[in-house]
């Protein structure tokens, strides 16, 4: 293999979506020299990718929406399970991000006063999502870079060269972080990351103290994913090893609207924005199913009947929401059972239909990616008749176990913002959430970071010589086995046994079988073969990634046996209650001695002027007795919960 590369510097970013170049910016322009790494081309990440919109209480479309209805939603869709301080803090900061991105030249879509327009989206009580078609996360992205650009500009004025103080390093791919000590021994700490670059097969040390960990999901662990190829659960394995925690990884989301047919396009995702703006769910049978799914926690807050729904897109204040509008998992498990009772589609999903609801023109105006996706990749117009949709594996709502004001990990020096941290989301996250999440936890953490930093000193940690040698081997073994198997074949089978035993709705003894063929893959993965060489050669990159996808599927599994309930993007069939003991309980997942380690951790309670948000009716629903505020009686006094 080549010779390594050495690159220094006081940031190191893994990841160039939202969250990584919002935390790059922040960090660089604390004056911090700032690298920023990409696996995929610049510019590609699942942030373009996002459609529907930002979540941020702005109220341009509705006054009464404020951060305290945000965060009272974003808990509700979480189903209690959030980091509390992270949903307060992103309620909060959303609105200033979203301002932010505009005054860096983001153009929203526009109310008919000229403000930033918000659209309708699940779980969120007022039309909240700031947007741009449904191409919302193109602009994020595009305004973004441009802001790096313009850092950048500044930096060669100043210092002569551009890339001075800011670098961007496109597809390349960070495979180990370096560390100062071991992993999970007293005093630890970051010191670099270690990669290669993927045109080339060059490879690269960063020597940097800090490093923020951006890279997104783990989507291509199953087999039908909205997710692209980069997905690989890099940065959650990356962490593990480097003896960091994740956080409650069995709480996995399952989209409910991908597209279903043809085969070479299952799994792509059909935007929310569709049922936003009016689109029904219909079975087989022509029936307006969701009303059948309504759960007791939400009854009170959607519609009842057909015309309800219908005059809430009107009159919010005077009728309730449809049920097509409950949070992503209800609507998931909704759509799953349907297909299961045999009232699918005929290619196994159901139908959503926003034809008969919006004129043909104001479809092509609000959704013009997915006319033309369905068009072209289906032949489907969907001004005139129905798409087809079933679940597809979406996001991740564990991660990194993280500091929520300073997005610190439990390892000095690395830090994680976007959808590869943990805790914001609780057991499932409300679309449009994620976007708003990367602008207020990415800004965050790239303060962090710098001030992390400011709190070292001169001091500069260091990585020991044979470990860059042991990682250079590493890279280069899977060229060097005579045998070996298809890193493609691997892949698709741990794709596939996560997909069918670790899915949408998941039993005991599934999952123990998945955990089985999981440990089986484990040796078959450690003897996998690339063949040519390293010049842009994507078999040698995916038997790189193999071992991430293993790890990271082996902690879902595990986490998913651990927790003996069923709440948001976790279905156990075997208990498919929710539990308020259980909601007590964040799942901590560590790597020790080589294998995934699980303890029990308490949840952070919400502190009591965070609870007052809720009435004692619905926090019964999810709480055990003892957290419970004191009940009031009618005189208005306190009832003492214990005779004393
Ligand atoms: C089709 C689709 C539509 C969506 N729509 C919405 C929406 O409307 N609203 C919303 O809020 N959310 C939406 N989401 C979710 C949201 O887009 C993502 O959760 C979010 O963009 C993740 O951002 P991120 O910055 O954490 O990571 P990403 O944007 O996923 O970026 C990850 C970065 O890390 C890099 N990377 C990964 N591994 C490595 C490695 N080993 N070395 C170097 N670099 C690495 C990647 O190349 C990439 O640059 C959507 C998701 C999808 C897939």
């Given at each position: 293999?080549?010779?390594?590369?050495?690159?220094?510097?006081?940031?190191?970013?893994?990841?160039?979506?939202?969250?990584?170049?919002?935390?790059?910016?922040?960090?660089?322009?604390?004056?911090?020299?700032?690298?920023?790494?990409?696996?995929?081309?610049?510019?590609?990440?699942?942030?373009?990718?996002?459609?529907?919109?930002?979540?941020?209480?702005?109220?341009?479309?509705?006054?009464?929406?404020?951060?305290?209805?945000?965060?009272?939603?974003?808990?509700?869709?979480?189903?209690?399970?959030?980091?509390?301080?992270?949903?307060?803090?992103?309620?909060?900061?959303?609105?200033?991000?979203?301002?932010?991105?505009?005054?860096?030249?983001?153009?929203?879509?526009?109310?008919?006063?000229?403000?930033?327009?918000?659209?309708?989206?699940?779980?969120?009580?007022?039309?909240?999502?700031?947007?741009?078609?449904?191409?919302?996360?193109?602009?994020?992205?595009?305004?973004?870079?441009?802001?790096?650009?313009?850092?950048?500009?500044?930096?060669?004025?100043?210092?002569?060269?551009?890339?001075?103080?800011?670098?961007?390093?496109?597809?390349?791919?960070?495979?180990?972080?370096?560390?100062?000590?071991?992993?999970?021994?007293?005093?630890?700490?970051?010191?670099?990351?270690?990669?290669?670059?993927?045109?080339?097969?060059?490879?690269?040390?960063?020597?940097?103290?800090?490093?923020?960990?951006?890279?997104?999901?783990?989507?291509?662990?199953?087999?039908?994913?909205?997710?692209?190829?980069?997905?690989?659960?890099?940065?959650?394995?990356?962490?593990?090893?480097?003896?960091?925690?994740?956080?409650?990884?069995?709480?996995?989301?399952?989209?409910?609207?991908?597209?279903?047919?043809?085969?070479?396009?299952?799994?792509?995702?059909?935007?929310?924005?569709?049922?936003?703006?009016?689109?029904?769910?219909?079975?087989?049978?022509?029936?307006?199913?969701?009303?059948?799914?309504?759960?007791?926690?939400?009854?009170?807050?959607?519609?009842?009947?057909?015309?309800?729904?219908?005059?809430?897109?009107?009159?919010?204040?005077?009728?309730?929401?449809?049920?097509?509008?409950?949070?992503?998992?209800?609507?998931?498990r909704a759509i799953n059972n349907e297909v299961k009772q045999g009232r699918g589609?005929?290619?196994g999903?159901v139908?959503?239909?926003?034809?008969?609801?919006?004129?043909?023109?104001?479809?092509?105006?609000?959704?013009?990616?997915?006319?033309?996706?369905?068009?072209?990749?289906?032949?489907?117009?969907?001004?005139?008749?129905?798409?087809?949709?079933g679940?597809?594996?979406?996001?991740?709502?564990?991660?990194?176990?993280?500091?929520?004001?300073?997005?610190?990990?439990?390892?000095?020096?690395?830090?994680?913002?976007?959808?590869?941290?943990?805790?914001?989301?609780?057991?499932?996250?409300?679309?449009?959430?994620?976007?708003?999440?990367?602008?207020?936890?990415?800004?965050?953490?790239?303060?962090?970071?710098?001030?992390?930093?400011?709190?070292?000193?001169?001091?500069?940690?260091?990585?020991?010589?044979?470990?860059?040698?042991?990682?250079?081997?590493?890279?280069?073994?899977?060229?060097?086995?005579?045998?070996?198997?298809?890193?493609?074949?691997?892949?698709?089978?741990?794709?596939?046994?996560?997909?069918?035993?670790?899915?949408i709705i998941?039993?005991?003894?599934?999952?123990?079988?998945?955990?089985?063929?999981?440990?089986?893959?484990?040796?078959?993965?450690?003897?996998?073969?690339?063949?040519?060489?390293?010049?842009?050669?994507?078999?040698?990159?995916?038997?790189?990634?193999?071992?991430?996808?293993?790890?990271?599927?082996?902690?879902?599994?595990?986490?998913?046996?651990?927790?003996?309930?069923?709440?948001?993007?976790?279905?156990?069939d075997?208990?498919?209650?929710?539990?308020?003991?259980?909601?007590?309980?964040?799942?901590?997942?560590?790597?020790?001695?080589?294998?995934?380690?699980?303890?029990?951790?308490?949840?952070?309670?919400?502190?009591?002027?965070?609870?007052?948000?809720?009435?004692?009716?619905?926090?019964?629903?999810?709480?055990?007795?003892?957290?419970?505020?004191?009940?009031?009686?009618?005189?208005?006094?306190?009832?003492?919960?214990?005779?004393?």
């Open positions: 293999m080549s010779e390594t590369t050495r690159h220094s510097y006081d940031v190191v970013v893994i990841g160039a979506g939202g969250a990584g170049l919002r935390a790059a910016i922040e960090a660089r322009e604390q004056g911090k020299k700032t690298a920023v790494i990409s696996k995929s081309l610049f510019g590609k990440a699942h942030t373009v990718m996002a459609e529907g919109g930002a979540a941020a209480s702005l109220g341009n479309v509705n006054s009464s929406d404020d951060w305290q209805t945000h965060f009272r939603d974003t808990i509700r869709g979480g189903k209690f399970m959030n980091n509390p301080r992270m949903a307060e803090l992103h309620a909060q900061e959303s609105p200033q991000r979203i301002l932010e991105l505009e005054y860096w030249g983001a153009l929203f879509d526009r109310t008919s006063e000229g403000r930033i327009s918000q659209r309708n989206f699940g779980g969120h009580e007022y039309p909240r999502l700031a947007h741009v078609g449904d191409r919302t996360g193109l602009e994020m992205i595009r305004t973004l870079q441009q802001r790096v650009v313009q850092l950048q500009q500044a930096d060669a004025a100043e210092y002569g060269h551009p890339e001075a103080m800011l670098r961007v390093f496109a597809e390349t791919t960070i495979t180990e972080l370096l560390l100062e000590g071991e992993p999970g021994q007293e005093g630890s700490c970051i010191a670099g990351a270690f990669g290669y670059v993927r045109e080339t097969g060059d490879l690269l040390v960063f020597e940097a103290p800090a490093v923020v960990l951006a890279t997104g999901g783990i989507g291509r662990s199953f087999k039908v994913t909205s997710n692209s190829w980069e997905y690989t659960g890099d940065g959650h394995a990356l962490a593990l090893r480097a003896g960091a925690t994740l956080l409650n990884m069995e709480f996995v989301q399952f989209h409910p609207t991908g597209m279903v047919w043809p085969p070479s396009v299952k799994g792509i995702l059909v935007t929310e924005s569709v049922r936003g703006d009016g689109g029904v769910l219909r079975n087989s049978e022509g029936r307006r199913f969701m009303f059948d799914y309504v759960p007791d926690v939400f009854r009170d807050h959607y519609a009842q009947t057909e015309d309800e729904a219908d005059g809430w897109y009107a009159d919010p204040a005077n009728n309730r929401r449809p049920p097509e509008l409950l949070p992503r998992d209800e609507v998931a589609s005929p290619h999903g139908f959503l239909d926003v034809s008969t609801r919006l004129p043909a023109e104001e479809i092509m105006r609000r959704l013009p990616s997915m006319h033309h996706q369905f068009k072209e990749l289906a032949d489907v117009d969907i001004t005139a008749g129905p798409m087809e949709v679940p597809t594996c979406h996001y991740v709502m564990g991660g990194v176990e993280v500091d929520p004001d300073t997005g610190a990990s439990t390892v000095p020096g690395l830090f994680a913002s976007g959808e590869v941290a943990g805790g914001m989301h609780g057991s499932n996250r409300l679309g449009g959430n994620s976007l708003s999440d990367l602008l207020v936890f990415g800004r965050r953490c790239g303060l962090g970071a710098a001030s992390y930093l400011d709190g070292l000193g001169d001091e500069r940690p260091a990585t020991d010589a044979e470990v860059i040698d042991r990682l250079s081997r590493e890279a280069a073994a899977p060229f060097e086995r005579e045998s070996g198997e298809n890193p493609y074949q691997l892949q698709q089978e741990i794709q596939q046994t996560m997909n069918d035993l670790v899915g998941r039993r005991g003894n599934e999952i123990e079988q998945a955990l089985e063929s999981l440990e089986k893959l484990r040796e078959r993965i450690a003897g996998v073969r690339a063949e040519g060489d390293t010049i842009y050669n994507p078999g040698w990159h995916l038997s790189l990634d193999l071992r991430n996808m293993l790890l990271v599927s082996e902690a879902v599994a595990k986490a998913a046996l651990e927790r003996e309930e069923s709440r948001g993007g976790h279905t156990r075997d208990f498919p209650q929710m539990s308020a003991e259980w909601r007590r309980v964040n799942l901590v997942v560590s790597l020790r001695e080589g294998g995934i380690r699980l303890n029990r951790r308490p949840l952070d309670p919400l502190r009591p002027d965070l609870m007052e948000l809720f009435d004692r009716e619905e926090l019964g629903k999810y709480l055990t007795e003892e957290e419970l505020p004191p009940a009031e009686r009618s005189d208005g006094a306190e009832t003492a919960k214990e005779d004393n």
